[in-house]
């Protein structure tokens, strides 16, 4: 539901939200779930469950890996938005956007989509590969199942184009700090506010960022300026080399920056 969006930003008071990106399924089912049942106490307020694809186009190395592991563990778009349910078993708060490729989505059907993500209790969803152009009949559904479909705002992004890419878009927007895959290297933190300013002036909504945050020192100076910091590839990988716990001991401090500090806007 959007207003459990809405909620958790209300809820931290001035503080930036931690957005925690993990992949569904990755190495295997069980596991995968310990490390999504155990984030919110870990300092996550909002958490992208990965949805594995053939073809990740915006994907790094590290989280291209994760999706073949989760791919050959047997993880489905239906598998994973079973793991939202069970989550849902035992927290009602914490939202959850599951974050993927159209082709799985458009598969399964548009409507027969939403109508299962909000039976698995999903929030919303980021379609990486589906622009606003063509996105007319999934956000339609989304509105009837009253889901967030979140954009990705990039530093080519325009005046020209950013009214067409925050119109329709609920929750947040999503800020790509960089050009690139998940991983590369980030925008200097001056770029960064003044984009952050654009997007949240036209959207009228918080603006959070990622794609390449990956220490606790840069998510707090993200924090400063943002509604929000997303991680994914560090996490990604803490979880592949150091199991469940050594992810979590990532995500606190994580968390702890992200929270560290009042921001400037929203």
Known sequence: MTKRIDETFKNL????????????????????????????????DIIELGIPFTDPMADGPVIED???????????????????????????????????????IHQMGYEAFAANAKNSGVDGAIIVDLPPEEDTELRAAFDVHDLALIRLATPTTDEARLPKVVK???????????????GAAMSKPGAIKDQVAKVRAASGLPVVVGFGVKTPER?????????????????VKA????GVEGALDLIRSLADAAHSLGKSGF
């Open 13 to 44: 008071d001035g503080k930036a939200a931690f957005v925690a990106y993990m992949m569904g399924g990755d190495p295997d089912r069980a596991i995968s779930m310990e490390l999504l049942n155990a984030m919110p106490d870990a300092g996550v």
């Open 66 to 104: 994760a999706g073949i592991r989760a791919r050959k563990s047997g993880t489905t778009l239906s598998s994973v938005l079973d793991m939202a349910k069970e989550f849902r078993t035992n927290n009602n708060t914490t939202p959850i956007i599951v974050m993927g490729y159209c082709n799985p």
């Open 168 to 182: 329709g878009t609920k929750g947040f927007v999503y800020y790509v700090s960089m050009t690139g895959v998940t």
């Open 219 to 235: 998510a707090k100076e993200i924090a400063v300026d943002a509604d929000g910091v997303v991680v994914g590839t560090a996490i």
């Open 239 to 242: 979880m592949h080399e150091d």
